[in-house]
């Protein structure tokens, strides 16, 4: 895993001296301004036409990437918003209506429909909601063909050729490539924003690790709603001026699942969820196969889209990253933020003596109460009558075999799977308990947890995943950076900042676990395994850590393995086996205990002396 | 009642047919976890090539099963092997992305050989009209009836007792189980798709006598093909056939009375419903799926 | 199947070698550019080249006496694949081509996309192929057509059915149940909107309307319906596909009207005969674009454009398209021939000069731009497959053979 940090860091040196040439920023200006110049500088009508293709694509693409590859749900119907745009817009105009009125119409509009038709479809991944939006393309497709009434049926629909701004219409080409310019443009703008905003994090988080995400408080439907509404929005817009350009459109154009995919591909050429790629995609892509088509001439049938299938096959196999990873790689960015080359020697290793250590608070009154609590899985008692206790400042160690039903109890406490029967009670800010129900309403409840197996959203950095956390508490980014870089320090972190998360090692992430549960400053911490699988000279750090954790007051509930934490840790440990309290009381005391022995501990005891 | 009867025969006759085109891909979704978006363009390949070989040698375009079965099992090994399996834990987008290159790339290519042309395999006495009394039906489409049944029997005994198909089926259930008794899942995988391939290449012949193929054949397949692979239950055969007859009585009732106009709105409109009411498909059990959250 | 892949390679070699030629000659001559745009990749790319040809030999002939104004005739191809790619075409046709005019297009869709910048550069656009009304209905001033459109097509079929068909059954035209099925593109759904009109100015009964996506794979219900609905009498306007696939499927559930009669598309080809079996499609009727099966003296010139044809390219045409684009554009041609320079107005002047009488042409029709700048004088021809032939059977003058009925 941590190959690919040492790889890629002498190959980031490369710009030296010429660094300010080839800078990501300048290149992206340069790319930008060329996209007006060019067709100025040589004031052909056809060259202006490829250029309104490139920026219209263009836009298309950094839309649905808001949608596709932000929040990660692969459309292929996003012509349906095209579509829409271009209708509204044709047919306003026929009525009276500037495309400069019926653009934000229109966007209204596909806004509407992509909330509409998203929101069931959510629960869809990867290819299912692929399948979907096709099968719902289709049917505005139908639709469009049969409400002859509205669309003019296969006729489609034409405006009459008033030439003028008010029109969006133009004998000249300039004005036509200003606005789709213009227009796409704002469309990049947007995904930048979004990018840099507290819901693209979300939605890059819920793309991630959709249940992680749900743990740190992130409304994960409704950021996707916001997303496709946006993308929609923005697509219907564009779907609007390129209605007027073509000053005709039919359904056969407008619904058509083969401009749908070429959206996409430019995207994925370029790089999926990055802000830039579905541009650089479309300006590599457009003119070569304008070029084919001069070289090669109209003859050769079927030539051009050979040549598009067999450059997705060979990006997809030989650069899934697209375009925009050899432009990380190779060039610079402006902000150069890189690891130190001596950090790679000491991932591990929190320097103890950063941590201040405030002394214990006392044990104080009950915060969660469990009563009761069943669940059953198909045949299988998973958790039988399970109740208990935590009190503020405590930490309550839970052990038992594999298979005990520790994991669901926590996933029980934390809203991600519901009781059969009993209730879990949060003590709330005001002094009331609350019984929240969703993973949401527990972390904005004070109760934050780490999985088991570790949930990081790989493609973001350290710095990234711990703001996640801090999310539902602030509502700046900044203020998010700020306290993220808080607690990073604080838990041996802030070397990693700007590594993605993928690339740190096991022991990193496990605390990255449990920093981004720490940014959500819960009153309540549920720890589960978080020893496992970390080498001694790190266990000894981590349970360091946690004392501080305890120490600030946090009251904790750990599932652990790790004997030797258990036993320093814990106020009190419950025993679970079977899904039932087997034993609970202080450490030393349920070790000396006979049925735990028997059930349990004899054969991990001797684990955790080979650890 | 007659025209009942015909609705009936009519849509199972389709339904059938659409079951042959769709067990293969439920196989190698339900294997693989890979939905092939260049299946119905496999079809057309297996199609144009029972096209020429009838052709050239002159003999009953069943018979180019000996050539077409094997050649687009290989096909299928081929495309799982140097395609699929380097993307095996890739992005699901990157995956999608692969078989949607393979199918733009197979459309163009055979566009740019054959042009935009339509071709007709002889129909070799596969279009003779058998009359049922109150319906009737062709040769050909009595045959396809016949093989989807067979073909769903024989997978199904295929996967159940044979060790190559409990292989399979361990895989498809528990990939790292699989793995870690000593199933060495990427051969599995590339049987898989060649079977799958393989049963698509069946349908193209058997569809031959029947239909005329061009370049864009596949598409008017493919589209039906998911929306039964989903109805049936990812990964279920059984399960698809039957969905492929209810799609099948579907597209001739709605057609009849709601027009074809909107029978595409209908057929879709089932799909979406599945999709979102009933994820795990119509017969498939209630259970959580990796498909959905 | 008559055209190959080494037919292609023979057509590709051809227009590179016209091409070059035009090259070498433009040091030796004076050559006026034209633009040619048409489907040439993609589904619609075999008519569409079909209906290129037709252009193409039009202009060699007009070449061969001499030109257009004394200066050598160069076509620039334009690939018309979508609507964007059509306006593209179209802009690089007229700003870097510098062409006087664009001929095309074949596909209606393209045609009006394409047209709209014809216009907006006022550059004269003339259509020699597609069928929809808004080609010419939109009021433009410097798009021109010469080819009968969907009204035509309807028109035909209904005069056919009224004035030819219902005698010979010996009926009413009136007490035949009427069925209208066509695919749904802008082209099925034009005709039919005009069968209808023109249908119920005659007064017909039409029991049943339908439409289906040309790539069904399946229409059983449709022959279901129309027996249900006891039709008499079929409408199709269709492709190739849905041509075979309703013809074969009306055959195997021993549907029999007293008429089938298509609307161009897949009726008017040999592979559909081929495809459904010559004994199927005997009886069939047919309205499209004037055919090879027609009375010579009522066209006089197909003979010869027939030969030119098969010369160049090595095989028989394949549909009318060909024919009618070639006749087209040799009237408009030598209408530009007869005015005075290229400039938009000088060709617009010249082409509305342009008077041909019907019976004067290579397909019969004759050529006078009327109202909406359409060719007044067009006309499709009805037709019927007659032991394996597709013969001209109406109007009168320009048939071969009587209309047959199974009655």
Sequence with gaps: MNDKTISSTPARNHGGGMRWLFNKKILFFATLASLIIIPIGVGDDYIYHIFITICLFAGLSTAWNIVGGYAGQLSLGHAIYYGIGAYTGMLMLNSGVSPWISMFVGAILAAGVAVAISYPCFKLHGPFYALASIAFLEVFHVISLNWVGLTGGANGVMVPLEMGWSTMIFTERLPSLVIVFGLMSFSLAVAWVIRRSKLGFQLIATRERESAARGAAIRTVHVRLYAAAISAGLTAMLGTFHGSYLTYIEPESAFNLTFSIQIVLFALVGGLGTVFGPLYGTILLVPITELARGWLGSSAIGLHGFVYGVVLILVVLFMPDGIMSLIQRYLPSSRVRRLDASVENSVDHVPLDDINKPTRPPIGEVVLKVEHLDKHFGGLHVTNDLSFDLHKGEVLGIIGPNGAGKTTVFNMISGFLRADSGSVAVLGEDGHFISPKTPGAFARSGVGRTFQIVQPFAAMTVEENIMVGAFYRFRSVEECRKAAREIASELGLNRFLDEEARNLPIGGLKRLEVARVMAMRPRILLLDEVMAGINPADLREAIELIKVIRNSGISIIAIEHVMQAVMELSDRVIVISSGEILAQGKPEEVVKNEAVIEAYLGKEASDASNE | MELIFSLIVNGLMLGSLYAMVSVGLTLIFGITKVINFAHGEFMMIGMMLTYIITTYLGIHPYLTLVFIVPLLFVLGILVQKYLIEPLRNSDEHVQIFATVGLSIAMINLVLMIAGSDNFNTPSSGMRHTLDLGLATVLTGQVVIMLCSIFMVGGLHLFLTRTQMGRAIRATAQNRNAAQLMGINVSRINMVTFGIGIACVGIAAVLLSPLYPVNAQTGQSFVLIAFVIVVMGGLGSITGAFFAALIIGLVDSFTGFYLGSSLKGVAVFGIFLMILIFRPSGLFGKARKLAHVS | ?407
Excluded: C
Aim: hydrophobic share 40%; charged share 20%.
């Design chain 3, 1 to 407: 199947m008559k055209y190959n892949h080494k037919f292609r390679r023979t057509v590709i070699s051809s227009v590179v070698a016209t091409a070059l030629l035009g090259g070498v000659s433009a040091s030796a001559f004076a050559e006026v550019k034209f633009g040619a745009l048409y489907p040439l990749s993609g589904g619609l790319a075999l008519l569409g080249e079909e209906s290129y040809r037709g252009l193409e030999l039009a202009v060699e002939q007009i070449n061969a006496n001499g030109g257009v104004q004394g200066e050598t005739v160069v076509l620039e191809i334009g690939d018309a694949v979508d609507n964007n790619q059509a306006i593209g075409e179209a802009r690089r046709l007229i700003s870097r081509e510098d062409v006087k005019a664009i001929f095309g297009t074949f596909a209606s869709s393209r045609s009006i996309a394409a047209s709209q910048v014809a216009e907006m550069s006022k550059v004269p656009y003339f259509e020699l192929g597609a069928v929809a009304d808004d080609v010419t209905e939109r009021g433009l001033s410097y798009v021109f057509r010469t080819n009968p459109t969907a009204y035509h097509m309807a028109e035909t079929i209904i005069d056919m059915l009224v004035d030819g068909i219902a005698p010979e059954l010996g009926v009413d035209p009136t007490e035949l149940r009427i069925g209208i099925i066509h695919e749904d593109s802008n082209y099925g759904s034009s005709v039919a909107k005009h069968q209808r009109a023109f249908a119920e100015e005659k007064g017909l009964n039409i029991v049943m309307e339908e439409h289906y996506p040309a790539s069904s794979v399946d229409m059983s219900s449709i022959v279901l319906s129309l027996q249900d609905k006891d039709v008499d009498v079929v409408l199709q306007t269709s492709y190739q596909d849905d041509s075979v696939l309703f013809l074969r499927q009306a055959n195997e559930r021993d549907y029999r009207p007293k008429a089938i009669i298509g609307g161009g598309g897949g009726y008017s080809m040999t592979p559909t005969a081929e495809a459904v079996g010559h004994d199927v499609i005997d009886g069939v009727y047919d309205a499209d674009f004037t055919q090879y099966n027609i009375n010579p003296e009522f066209a006089p010139g197909i003979e010869d454009f027939v030969a030119s044809y098969e010369e160049k390219y090595n095989e028989s045409p394949r549909s009318g398209h060909s024919l009618i684009n070639y006749t087209g554009a040799l009237g408009l041609l030598r209408a530009i021939d007869a005015g005075s320079g290229f400039s938009a107005d000088e060709i617009k002047e010249a082409v509305l000069a342009m008077d041909v009488p019907v019976g004067e042409t290579a397909a019969g029709i004759g050529l006078k731009i009327g109202e909406n700048n359409q060719n007044e004088r067009a006309s499709m021809m009805g037709m019927q497959w007659q032991d394996g032939e597709l013969v001209t059977v109406y109007p009168e003058e320009a048939s071969v053979a009587d209309m047959r009925t199974s009655q």
